[in-house]
């Protein structure tokens, strides 16, 4: 079975000159660096939106959290301790929706490197 490394290895000793440049130059991102990308371009404000509201419902619900740890009846432990689970399971989900968006932006990057290798490969012709 190949692995991955062999796979680039392989690719990149196939790869001569321009083409060897427009793969590296569109080389695979770190998981941080995908993740920071999601907030600059044309939809970067809906997840600087998202984190505002992530961070909120997060601080409250350990707010609430910190208030249900130090509750001396029921009633109040109760109500304080169902919202801070509602809250930070919804800040939880909240971050866990901006997933399906790097995954894609993942997949377009490599089809736009097939592009651009493709479209070198049929000038060098």
Do not use: C
């Not at 000159?17 to 999601?38: C, Y």
């Not at 740890?69 to 169902?82: D, H, R, S, W, Y």
């Amino acid at each position: 079975m190949t692995h991955k490394n062999d796979l680039d290895k392989m690719i990149k000793a196939a790869l001569t000159g321009h083409d060897l440049e427009i793969l590296d130059g569109t080389e695979e991102l770190g998981w941080f660096a995908l993740g920071l990308k999601q907030f600059t371009g044309k939809l970067g404000w809906v997840t600087w939106v998202l984190m505002v509201v992530q961070t909120t419902m997060f601080i409250a619900g350990a707010y609430l959290g910190i208030k249900f740890l130090n509750a001396n009846e029921l009633l109040p432990a109760v109500k304080t301790g169902i919202g801070s689970a509602v809250l930070l399971l919804m800040a939880t989900q909240i971050k866990l929706s901006l997933m399906p968006q790097m995954q894609a932006d993942r997949v377009i990057r490599e089809v736009k490197r097939l592009q651009l290798l493709v479209a070198a490969h049929q000038e060098s012709q």
